[in-house]
């Protein structure tokens, strides 16, 4: 879409209070970027929970937030995005939820296929993250190499060390 990307690194393990103030920090460049703009779009599906505590930071920031994809059925969705040219890969899998072995794959048609019956296609209950590196308005490509799988916490698989794209919200 051509528009410049401002970055919120989060550290690690970081607190709610660490993630409220990388939040305000990005939203304030934005603001100095764009003065004026004051709505910003988030990609959750369905954790009303989630979405209410956005909706509260957001009020905190003078910011309105808006959720085009809440609600969508998310097997129709994970479909929509690759047809559409999305090229990701599972950046983190929960173990608890989902075989390690997910880790590193592409989020494919295969992929959904191979997933058990219990684990949402979009990863909505956290059974894993992906990190998006490709698709029709990415230009270029994302450049990213799978490494060896290693695992946090005695619960999460990433297939890189650190993640290549930690804390990626699934798509």
């Known amino acids: ?33 764009w003065p004026g703009v004051r ?37 129709m969705l994970a479909h929509d995005m690759i047809d559409g040219g999305l090229r990701a890969q599972l950046c983190c899998v929960d173990t608890t939820q989902l075989d390690a072995r997910f ?20 990863g909505e209950h956290g059974e894993f ?3 998006v590196s490709d698709g029709p308005v990415f230009s270029p490509p994302i450049d990213n190499t799978r490494g060896a799988t290693s695992l946090a916490a005695r619960r999460f698989a990433y297939p890189a060390s650190p993640p290549p794209c930690n804390g990626a919200e699934t798509p």
Request: aromatic share 10%.
């Open 39 to 75: 709505d910003i779009a988030f990609g959750d599906l369905f954790l009303a929970d989630i979405k209410a505590y956005r909706d509260a930071l957001c009020a905190r920031h003078g910011w309105t937030p808006h959720y085009p994809l809440f609600g969508s059925d998310t097997t």
């Open 1 to 33: 879409v051509g528009l410049p990307v401002i970055q919120a690194r989060m550290p690690q393990r970081a607190d709610n209070a660490t993630y409220e103030s990388v939040f305000s920090s990005a939203l304030a460049r934005a603001n100095l970027r």
């Open 103 to 122: 880790a590193g794959n592409t989020f494919d048609n295969a992929l959904l296929d191979a997933l058990p019956s219990d684990v949402d296609a979009c």
């Open 129 to 131: 993250h992906t990190c």
